[in-house]
């Protein structure tokens, strides 16, 4: 599975492009693929922006930013 599924269902259900999201929060669209492929956590005031342009509900944001599918990928 793709990282931050739910948030990606989440911009399909509003009708809206990751791009048009990242603009609308105030982000690059470059800083926000960079999140959303998990080569770089979110900053508290992105997932706040975020969720405001798609309407999610600060209890609801271990479903659409913490990704449970992702592994501790520390190296030795």
Request: glycine share 4%; with cysteine; hydrophobic share 40%.
């Given at each position: 599975?793709?990282p931050?599924?739910n948030?990606?269902?989440?911009?399909?259900?509003?009708?809206t492009?990751?791009?048009?999201?990242?603009?609308?929060?105030?982000?690059?669209?470059?800083?926000?693929?960079?999140?959303?492929?998990?080569?770089?956590?979110?900053?508290?005031?992105?997932?706040?922006?975020?969720?405001?342009?798609?309407?999610?509900?600060?209890?609801?944001?271990?479903?659409?930013?913490?990704?449970?599918?992702?592994?501790?990928?520390?190296?030795?």
């Amino acid at each position: 599975m793709r990282p931050f599924y739910n948030l990606r269902i989440r911009f399909a259900e509003c009708e809206t492009s990751q791009n048009e999201v990242a603009r609308r929060a105030g982000m690059a669209p470059s800083t926000m693929t960079a999140r959303m492929t998990g080569q770089q956590p979110f900053d508290a005031w992105q997932m706040d922006a975020i969720a405001q342009v798609l309407n999610i509900d600060r209890a609801d944001y271990g479903k659409y930013f913490f990704d449970a599918t992702r592994k501790n990928r520390r190296t030795a």
